[in-house]
């Protein structure tokens, strides 16, 4: 059973940073792109940061300059590394990604999600 993990979120004053991860496990399997996504109360679900198998990097234009995104493929994990925060900022974090799964003599690409992770830009 593949899974998404997510950890580093937690409470930052304005102007602080924060690296959240995103650890792929379980089954066997080619992790393609991933990505983080957030949702703040009241407000859908937007796209944050994504990066393909290739290193191709895509951000939200209210994150660029202060985000990035980057991944370890050997270890299956992505990272958000997350500057300049403000309250803005302020949402739970979800981690995407699109992975091709074995699961016995059945294989397919599915989108998976992880738990989410609150993080809070406050004095």
């Known amino acids: 059973q593949v899974q998404l993990v997510e950890s580093g979120g937690g409470l930052v004053q304005p102007g602080g940073s924060l690296r959240l991860s995103c650890a792929a496990s379980?089954?066997?399997?080619?992790?393609?792109?991933m990505g983080w996504f957030r949702q703040a109360p009241g407000k859908e679900r937007e796209l944050v940061a994504s990066?393909?198998?290739?290193?191709?990097?895509n951000y939200a234009d209210s994150v660029k300059g202060r985000f990035t995104i980057s991944r370890d493929s050997a270890k299956n994990t992505a990272y958000l590394e997350m500057n300049s925060l403000n309250s803005e900022d302020t949402a739970v974090y979800y981690c995407?990604?699109?992975?091709?799964?074995?699961?016995?003599?059945?294989?397919?690409?599915?989108?998976?999600w992880g738990q989410g992770t609150q993080v809070t830009v406050s004095t």
């Open positions: 990066i393909t198998n290739r290193g191709v990097t």
């Open positions: 379980g089954g066997i399997f080619t992790v393609n792109h």
């Open positions: 995407n990604a699109e992975i091709f799964v074995v699961l016995g003599d059945k294989a397919g690409t599915f989108e998976y």
